[in-house]
């Protein structure tokens, strides 16, 4: 209720019924103003509603249809899982290795506590790919204090994969306790899906055969000269050119009976 120096003190608390009617009553004549305390599951509205109730008469709180309208407190998150094929496209993951990512996704919120913490729906908090290399989750978009809250993607890299995304796609990555975790931060909107990709480069396997010939005291070939331990080290050049560093520092391969080595 609206007072003589212009501020308003809280008159009465009540909800709407079964068909969403809401109903004040009795109330004295004056001014009033209309104030949406919860929601359930719906976007409270925070918007100020005056109205003036005359004796004897069924004040509207609105013009028109008299209707208040909430927004379902919702939105989607998309995930679509892509590695890198042999031609250094990427493409969804293959159905072979889909099982590789079995319950390595997990959703994650910050807290008030400038924490991030895991987010479990329902009895649900890790999440595999389906047949379309996808999985989805609904989340709530606003938190109780009226803000967007603000979600991360964690993925936990399986083993022999390793970080596909490109520094402008977002993901931040962590390695912990010998593990790669990727992070991608996103908000959410209310009754939308927001498409999230996420890519990975699936390790291969370089083979090495060490070949060895010599030359016989009476000066004929030998080809089958031992090709065991020679030793190696492996060295990768920079993207875009640069020079050499070495792959696993200090490593030292070491060839087979057969001059292999993987």
């Known amino acids: 209720e ?35 305390k919860s929601a359930n599951g719906y976007i409270l509205d925070s918007r100020d509603y005056p109205v003036t109730v005359k004796a004897g008469e069924i004040s509207r709180v609105t013009e028109g249809d008299n209707t208040i309208i909430n927004t379902l407190n919702e939105g989607r998150v998309n995930v679509t899982k892509l590695v890198q094929n042999n031609s250094g496209s990427y493409i969804p993951v293959p159905s072979g290795f889909q099982s590789d990512f079995n319950d390595k ?27 379309n290399s996808q999985f989805n989750v609904n989340l709530p978009v606003m938190g109780k204090d009226g803000l967007k809250v603000k979600y991360r993607l964690v993925e936990l890299v399986p083993d022999g994969y390793s970080n596909g995304n490109r520094p402008e796609d977002g993901f931040t990555q962590e390695i912990v306790s010998g593990k790669t ?23 291969g396997t370089l083979k090495l055969n060490k070949t060895v010939w010599t030359i016989n005291s009476n000066g004929t070939l030998n080809k089958n000269a031992s090709k065991q331990n020679y030793r190696f080290k492996l060295y990768s050049s920079e993207k875009n050119g640069g020079g050499l560093f070495e792959v696993n520092n200090g490593t030292i391969y070491t060839t087979d009976g057969n001059g292999a080595i993987t």
């Open 2 to 36: 609206k007072k003589s120096d212009g501020s308003f003190s809280e008159v009465k608390t009540v909800k709407s019924d079964s068909n969403g009617f809401v109903q004040f009553k009795p109330v004295s004549p004056g001014d009033y103003v209309v104030r949406e």
């Open 105 to 131: 996704f997990w959703i994650e919120k910050f807290t008030e506590s400038s924490k991030w913490e895991k987010v479990t729906i329902g009895s649900k908090t890790t999440y595999s790919l389906d047949g």
């Open 181 to 203: 975790y990727l992070y991608k931060e996103f908000t959410l909107t209310p009754l939308k899906t927001n498409e999230l990709e996420v890519k990975n480069n699936k390790g």
